[in-house]
């Protein structure tokens, strides 16, 4: 799987952004999704996911409610809808793949097996 991600770019404090991710190879709606961000000298972090069978979403607790990630499995394209964006929300954000991950893992990055190159979003106050 080939993940493509695109929408990055700059925004003012109170914004919003959309990011979307598109895969490539293999059929999409059997990947758990997620999407991680790792600002400048800090480790990358969960950001949100949606599970592959239920559609379940997940979110990291300081973004629920600002973040939405959605998809669509007939376009092979998973979305991270950022509202109210706040200057601490600038950095790379990563759309992730995996077909083998299990409700507890869904946080760890270490179990998604396919990454999209990053998109950069920055925020200014």
């Known amino acids: 799987v080939q993940l493509q991600a695109s929408g990055g770019g700059s925004a003012q404090a109170g914004d919003s952004l959309g990011l979307s991710c598109t895969a490539s190879?293999?059929?999409?709606?059997?990947?758990?999704v997620g999407w991680f961000r790792q600002a400048a000298g800090k480790e990358r972090e969960f950001v949100a996911a949606?599970?592959?069978?239920?559609?379940?979403?997940y979110y990291a607790n300081s973004l629920r409610g600002r973040f939405t990630i959605s998809r669509d499995n007939a376009k092979n394209t998973v979305y991270l809808q950022m509202n109210n964006l706040k200057p601490e929300d600038t950095a790379v954000y990563y759309c992730?793949?995996?077909?083998?991950?299990?409700?507890?893992?869904?946080?760890?990055?270490?179990?998604?097996?396919?990454w999209g190159q990053g998109t950069l979003v920055t925020v200014s106050s």
């Open positions: 949606m599970f592959r069978n239920s559609g379940s979403t």
């Open positions: 190879g293999r059929t999409f709606s059997g990947y758990t």
């Open positions: 992730a793949a995996g077909g083998r991950i299990i409700m507890s893992s869904i946080w760890n990055s270490r179990a998604y097996d396919y």
